[in-house]
């Protein structure tokens, strides 16, 4: 598989594309403004124990405090084991921190929505080959590398950190490195924790003591795969810092740095805007003539595959088959493009034959494995529909890009005019009892005003005659449909 990253940089925002076989399978985006806390280290302050819920609120200096839950409280664990995350086998968080107590965090998951940042006590500095774990002594080897390897490559990484202390995991990009790329990287690890340390003795909480790298930075670190070809960035300063820094850290990486001066925009090349445009949209089409229907919520995210007017196959059971077959395929993408996470509740359309759905099962969680992203699909329930998690650290491209509409409230539908009209009959009605005003002038969106003056004078002026008073009618345009004033003159 050919694999291109192509980064358009501005001032105030940085895009990167992840184009696979001349289709776009990821975008990244990050503003200036609005970079990510994700593997940001506080010195936070404990601001609430809470028992019940077995966590704590930490105040690192954000708008809102940030979350610790128990399971993410760090212990040592006998013998050198890996740490575990099972609550069963944590102590209580309140024999553990306390309120006003100087922590050192770590950031695990952003802010979402009207939740705070997630945060770990469980350090970790990711390097360009080892993950450093200052805090453990075991030593790990990426799942991805073959088993086989992993001994030989854990005797290797034995000898090079020695007795220094500290827990280094192994990535999948290190699995050829030389012994002299390993140690180096242990140097830099190690050097940076040490910065970590001292600066954790020397500013108050709370206090930023180490950012993790921005976004064209861990293009470098994170994205760059065996099948990736170029990395083409259109910023002739950005390619020469991009290229400083690889050279320092990720030479491998740096290799495939070119610096695009085309005339056209560089997302131009893959049509990336436009396909950025329909990621933000609810409905994804189909080549076949099917179609999607991705909906998000803050507990779920929903995917509901329709056959629209695919009709090709040479009867029902093949028709929804086929459709399911190109769904699982689209939907692995778009969980992807869109970076959707958490709960994700798949509704593929009924199939009778039981070798059928085993296929479409078997496709989905193939595309799911192409995933750079922790995912879990379970298999076909009761009720036909596929359940599957995604790991969330950061927000999904909506939630980036876009913010509920004030006319509707995200709910998507507004109430109709002649709703509104009637709402509008219900509070004159309501005020006529407590007030005695001289006339009432209703000022409400053109068509409610529209409404009003046609199908619905008759009840207008009944009302009117009722009340014993005038009712004006004033139409403005900048009000949304839902949205009404009655005054009283």
């Known amino acids: 598989m050919q694999q291109d990253i192509l980064v358009n940089w501005s001032p105030q925002e940085t895009r990167v594309a ?15 403004l609005e970079r990510g806390l994700v593997g940001n280290v506080y010195l936070g302050k404990v601001a609430r124990v809470l028992p019940g819920m077995q966590s704590a609120f930490i105040d690192m200096g954000l708008e809102r405090a940030a979350f610790l839950h128990v399971a993410d409280v760090w212990q040592r664990q006998p013998d050198g084991e890996p740490p575990t995350r099972s609550a069963q086998a944590q102590v209580p968080i309140e024999k553990q921190v306390f309120e006003g107590q100087a922590l050192m965090v770590q950031v695990i998951k952003d802010p979402i929505g009207t939740k705070g940042a997630r945060l770990s006590t469980q350090i970790s500095i990711a390097g360009r080959l080892l993950v450093f774990l200052p805090q453990d002594d075991h030593i790990g080897i990426s799942q991805k590398i073959p088993q086989d390897l992993r001994d030989a490559l854990r005797r290797r990484m034995n000898k090079l950190v020695g007795t220094a202390g500290g827990g280094f995991i192994l990535r999948t990009n290190g699995e050829d490195a030389s012994d002299a790329e390993l140690a180096e990287d242990i140097a830099y690890l190690r050097k940076t924790w040490t910065r970590i340390r001292e600066s954790a003795t020397r500013l108050p909480p709370p206090s930023l003591l180490q950012q993790d790298l921005n976004l064209l930075q861990r293009v470098l670190r994170d994205l760059v795969t065996e099948e990736t070809q170029t990395i083409r960035i259109d910023s002739r300063e950005q390619f020469g810092l991009l290229a400083a820094f690889g050279q320092e ?23 990336v805007d436009e396909e950025l445009a329909r990621a933000l949209g609810r409905r994804v089409e189909l080549k076949s003539g099917g179609y999607l229907i991705v909906d998000q919520t803050e507990a779920l995210t929903t995917v509901d595959v329709n056959t629209g007017g695919y009709v090709g196959a040479r009867n029902f059971d093949e028709t929804i088959f086929k459709t399911n077959l190109e769904a699982a395929q689209a939907i692995a993408r778009q969980l992807r493009l869109r970076n959707l996470g958490g709960i994700i509740i798949v509704d593929f359309i009924d199939m009778q034959r039981e070798e059928h759905r085993e296929a479409v099962l078997g496709e989905f969680r193939k595309q799911l494995t192409r995933d750079r992203v922790k995912t879990m699909a379970a298999g076909f329930s009761q009720l036909g529909l596929v359940e599957m998690t995604r790991k969330r650290t950061r927000e999904s491209l909506s939630h980036m890009l876009c913010e509920p509409c004030p006319l509707c409230q995200g709910k998507g539908i507004v109430r109709t005019p002649r709703t509104v009209a009637y709402d509008i009959l219900r509070e004159i009605l309501r005020e006529a009892r407590q007030f005695n005003p001289r006339e009432y ?40 449909q839902e949205q009404y004033d009655i005054v009283l003159l």
């Open 18 to 32: 992840i184009v696979e076989n001349g289709a776009v399978q990821e975008l990244h985006v990050e503003r200036t």
């Open 441 to 480: 002038r209703v000022i409400a969106a053109p068509k409610v005003i529209e409404l009003f003056l046609d199908e619905e004078s008759q009840h207008l002026a009944g009302l009117s005659e009722f009340i014993g008073k005038p009712i004006s009618l004033q139409s403005e345009a900048a009000m949304g």
């Open 249 to 271: 850290f990720m030479p491998a990486a740096a290799q495939r740095l070119q610096l695009y001066n085309g005339e056209r925009p560089i997302f131009d090349l893959y049509s």
